[in-house]
């Protein structure tokens, strides 16, 4: 007989088996559009090669992405008794609650840019009575992962298939492009200890100072997930393991919506430090999700370079953010649509009436690019 555990784990497999490749023959037609355009070859830079990657989740040159989504998940994690977040637990009630009503820097970048904002409980640590809140909670908050592991197996592979499940929900109702993002006091110590398991780095490489911590809690912070890994010995083979052991609900969560947005062929956003931590998750439990990861900003976090090198995916932006809750996407979803509005709406050098034919040395090579030799006293004049 089949437990639950069982058949949780294989509905996450199956919907692993659904994420797909690119479709290169779209990338490939995007490329011969790109080229076809009235502009020296390449000089759109990074919008170019945002509007190719498009194709290929898409499976069409030619895009629109009108609807946009934006999916916090929010969830308690039990290390806060330990001290290691400025802000107590209270606080992941209250921005639940504010994010529902718009009042939240990521919603207000939401509702500024067009995007619709879903708010989902997984695991907050109190009932909540408010119909902009997307009701999911697995339990009141995790485990104290300095003395046992955050949840239970089932519970991890259970907060992976709620974040499928809000993505393909995202996706049916017309969504184009999905972001993903948290509410949570204490999800930076969680999402440091689960980098570290997973990149085999030193705590302190990998974890920051999250909303604000002075000199002696920073130091006690990663002292706890020291312990914590140490306590509960996550396998860095098996993710699962990984977020069951140090994790959280909004982790896991995250995790499954990156999935669940690349079965269903749909962009999703990486917002900041604990978004980038679960698509790194989620690229670890199948690779072929990293192909619909689109990057947002730059995390303030420390560890946060390790994860984009990792994918290959470098941000668009750097302000210097570090606020979570999803509030990078909308940002970085108008790149998404400046990507789409070049590809689909520029003339081509025919339709310009301009004969390209000056060109054609210079697609050969990089005709563009200035090196400097350190080395080299010459300087262009």
Known sequence: MINETDRQETALSELIKRVGEPDRAAMDAAKKRQAMLAKPPGSLGRLEELSVRLAGITGRVNNVFNEKHIIVFCADNGVVSEGVSSAPQSVTLAQTVNLARGKTGAAVLARRFGCKLRVCDVGVNADIDDPGVIPRKIAYGTQNIAETAAMTRLQ???????????????????????????????????????????????????????????????????????????????????????????????????????????????????????????????????????????????????GFSKITDELGLKPFFDFGMRLGEGSGCPRSMMMIDAAAAVINDMATFEEANINDSYLDGIRETDAFTVRADRDDERTIK
């Open 156 to 302: 991890a592979v259970r907060a992976l298939l709620i974040g499928a499940e809000l993505a393909g929900s995202s996706a049916d109702a017309g969504a184009a492009v999905i972001g993903v993002g948290e509410m949570g006091i204490g999800n930076t110590t969680t999402s440091s200890a689960v980098l570290a398991v997973l990149t085999s780095s030193p705590v302190e490489d990998v974890t920051g100072r999250g909303g604000g911590l002075t000199d002696e809690a920073y130091a006690k912070k990663i002292s706890v997930i020291k312990r914590a890994i140490d306590v509960n010995r996550p396998d860095p083979e098996d993710i699962v393991d990984v977020l069951a052991k140090v994790g959280g609900f909004d982790l896991a969560a995250m995790t499954g919506a990156f999935i669940g947005a690349a079965a269903a062929r749909v962009p999703a956003v990486i917002d900041g430090f604990i978004s980038a931590v679960a698509a790194l998750c989620s690229v670890r439990l199948c690779p072929n999700v990293r192909h619909f990861l689109v990057p947002s900003h730059a995390s303030y976090e420390i």
